[in-house]
Structures are given as C-alpha cells and as structure tokens.
C-alpha cells in the first residue's frame, strides 16, 4: 500500500469516527462538524509529510482553503459574542 492510499484511509477513517462521535453526542450544529472535522484534516495532512511533491502542493492549496473556512467561522462567533 502506498502512502498516498494510507493517507486517504486515515482520512477517511478519522472523518467517520469524528462524524459517528458527534452524531452520538447528539450535535446539530454544522458548523461544529466542519470545524472538526477540517482540524483532524490538518491534522493527519501534517503527519503525512513525505508524499510526492506535485500531491503535495494540491494538498497545502486544499489546507490554505479550508483554513480559511475554519477562520471565517472563527470570526463569526467571536462577532457574535462581542455583540
């Protein structure tokens, strides 16, 4: 099995045991699920440092996207607490 196949697995694995353990804890809000689950995406994309450069790149673009969701929703919820 190659890395790159590892790393998916592991995505997807951790993608599923994050959303199962949400949905047991009875958790509505989709902006919880996002922000998880885009943490244990950075997360395991960090651990897996020795993929092919070309992969790589694509995936630091992905990282840089998906940070940005994680922040705009960061800035919301400090909004809405401040006002």
Same mark, same amino acid.
């Given at each position: 099995m190659t890395i790159f196949n590892k790393y998916l697995m592991t995505l997807v694995l951790a993608a599923s045991m994050v959303n199962i353990f949400l949905a047991f804890f009875k958790q509505n809000s989709l902006e919880i699920y996002f922000v998880v689950n885009i943490?244990? #995406? @950075?997360? =395991?994309? @960090?651990? #897996?440092? #020795? =993929? &092919?450069? %070309? !992969? %790589? !790149? !694509? @995936? &630091?673009? =992905?990282?840089? =996207? @998906?940070? $940005? $969701?994680?922040?705009v929703i960061v800035i919301i919820k400090v909004l809405e607490i401040i006002y």
């Open positions: 943490l244990s #995406y @950075l997360i =395991i994309t @960090l651990l #897996y440092v #020795y =993929i &092919n450069p %070309r !992969a %790589r !790149a !694509a @995936l &630091n673009a =992905i990282s840089a =996207i @998906l940070f $940005g $969701g994680f922040m």
